[in-house]
């Protein structure tokens, strides 16, 4: 079946980075793209931006640009979300979810995965 | 950036009500919206798409319309597993942009 299965819950101090995989499965990843997309405690959903699992191509929500990388391995079908200066408001659940390459994204975020939990705290 | 509009932020309701979500966009996104249900604890799941597709396995009480501005999501009659809060998301171009979210809660 069709999943994306994410590396396990991070605690870091601020400062610091981490970096969560999403590996997909049940489809042909270069067809697709990946999107990130995190929510703080209690709070709604938050796009971070998305890859093309097709080229690499990348575009980021403007809040994060230059803390944020986003990378796939084409042979291990795995999406990678690396975060630096991490600061205690990205606090949050993070999802990677499957996205078509092109606007307009007609399916929405289709198959998400079970999210990852990062708590930055000193 | 398309900004998402939604109302209400809640709403309580019984079962067998019907329920209704409004979402609106600061500029035209044709037909490219999505609604998704959220529950506690899980990943977020698609409902309608394209306005008013229903996802493949979603029960047909859910519906959307809705075009350019304007979208609804409507719940015609309101079961016990679907308390749970609503988003609504514009497809239209990068970045992609969420509504706030509808917590529906039990009356």
């Known amino acids: 079946q069709v999943q994306l299965v994410q590396s396990g819950a991070e605690v870091k101090k601020p400062g610091a980075s981490v970096k969560v995989s999403c590996k997909a499965s049940g489809y042909t990843f270069t067809r697709y793209g990946i999107t990130w997309v995190r929510q703080a405690p209690g709070q709604g959903l938050e796009w971070m931006g998305w890859?093309?699992?097709?080229?690499?191509?990348?575009d980021y929500a403007q809040k994060l640009q230059g803390r944020v990388s986003m990378t796939t391995d084409t042979f291990t079908t795995t999406a990678y979300m690396e975060l630096r200066s991490l600061r205690s408001d990205d606090t949050a659940v993070y999802y990677c979810a499957r996205i078509e390459l092109t606007a307009p994204y007609y399916y929405g975020m289709d198959v998400w995965g079970q999210g990852t939990t990062v708590t930055v705290s000193s | 950036d398309i900004q998402m509009t939604q109302s209400p932020s809640s709403v309580s309701a019984s079962v067998g009500d019907r329920v209704t979500i409004t979402c609106r966009a600061s500029q035209s996104i044709s037909s490219w919206l999505v609604w998704y249900q959220q529950k506690p604890g899980k990943a977020p799941k698609v409902l309608i798409y394209g306005a008013s597709s229903l996802q493949s396995g979603v029960p047909s009480r859910f519906s959307g319309s809705g075009s350019a501005t304007d979208f609804t999501l409507t719940i015609s009659s309101l079961q016990p597993e679907d308390f749970a809060t609503y988003y609504c998301?514009?497809?239209?171009?990068?970045?992609?942009?969420f509504g706030g979210g509808t917590k529906v809660e039990i009356k």
């Open positions: 890859i093309s699992a097709h080229n690499g191509d990348t």
């Open positions: 998301q514009q497809a239209n171009s990068f970045p992609l942009t």
